[in-house]
């Protein structure tokens, strides 16, 4: 592989040729290589480093982990603030994580550096979306405060530059600024998955579980995971669901659905034990959970 040479140029373009045969692992595995190699250049490699952990977060996006993907995002920010394609990933790792406000505000400053980009456009129609259901009328009270992009930023996206080599982004990314195929699998999961709750909507769970199996093909994301959980309960497949909540949990640890339908699906499997367990996890992250409260009750009496 051409990464022995050991430049983190040339890590970079072995990590690129990684992703683009779709091997995200080894892929995040050269970008961390070549951040090594940086690791003492200071402000020199900025940049540079900033490119790399951006990349480094589009390989965490595609393998559903969705906070590992934030942590390099909110790296590549800090070196370079504005920079639209950690926003963007981030924005949809946040969003995946249902941190519907994070995302809210990361697409919507994505539009005051570049207002074309259609990625977040919609990606600031489905926030508002789910914000309205989830907070009702007054959802913008709760909203945390959307940064003011500063006029230079706004300039040094907008205005083209020959010095970005094709070499800095993973395959499948266009210029900077515009959205590239990894936000176009993530649409597509994401709208298949908004698919797989209208058919849960009308209690049609066995169409459901088709659109959610659909979207991870796309895209590993928790919701899809623990939606798709909750369509075994109904349908009793309670094997099942326990596999697509370890699945959520793998991606985020502290996932409340994913801990109380796993409990759900054990305590029917008369796995009283693991069931106890997972909603001592469950209280331990939201202690006053009501619906974890009285399932423990049940839990203690079986």
């Known amino acids: 592989m051409a990464a022995g040479g050991g430049s ?13 045969r779709g091997q995200y692992g080894p892929a995040a595995q050269l970008y961390g290589r070549a951040l090594a190699l940086l690791e003492d250049a200071g402000e020199a490699a900025a940049e540079e480093r900033s490119v790399l952990l951006a990349n480094r977060a589009a390989c965490h996006l ?21 920079s639209i394609k950690p926003l963007l990933r981030r924005a949809a790792a946040y969003e995946a994580l249902e941190s519907y406000q994070l995302a ?20 600031v129609n489905r926030m508002t979306k789910a914000l309205q259901e989830k ?13 003011t992009v500063p006029i230079s930023a706004q300039k040094r996206w907008n205005a083209p530059s020959a010095a970005a ?30 698919e797989g709750n209208e058919l849960v909507k009308k ?45 959520a949990l793998r991606l985020d640890p502290k ?20 069931s106890i367990a997972d909603i001592n996890s469950l209280l331990k ?7 974890a409260l009285k399932l423990l009750q049940e839990l203690k009496r079986a």
């Open 8 to 20: 983190a140029s040339a890590l970079r373009r072995a990590g690129n040729e990684e992703f683009r």
């Open 62 to 82: 595609k393998e559903g982990a969705c906070r590992l993907c934030v942590a390099d995002c909110c790296g590549a920010l800090k070196l370079v603030p504005f």
């Open 104 to 123: 809210y505000v990361d697409y919507k400053t994505v539009l005051q550096i570049d207002c074309s980009i259609q990625a977040a456009h919609d990606g």
């Open 135 to 147: 907070d009702g009328v007054n959802w913008r009270e709760k909203l945390p405060p959307i940064p």
């Open 165 to 194: 080599p094709a070499t800095d982004a993973p395959p499948g990314s266009t210029s900077q600024g515009h959205p590239d195929q990894i936000a176009a699998g993530v649409e597509r999961a994401r709208t298949l998955k908004e």
């Open 203 to 247: 209690g049609n769970h066995k169409k459901a579980i088709e659109k959610y199996t659909e979207s991870l093909k796309l895209n590993q994301e928790c919701a899809a995971y623990t939606n798709r959980a909750l369509c075994y309960l109904t349908l009793k497949q309670h094997k099942e669901a326990v596999q697509d909540c370890t699945a």
């Open 255 to 274: 996932n409340i659905k994913a801990f109380y339908r796993r409990a759900q699906a054990l305590k029917e499997l008369k796995d009283y034990k693991s």
């Open 285 to 291: 992250i939201e202690p006053k959970n009501t619906a």
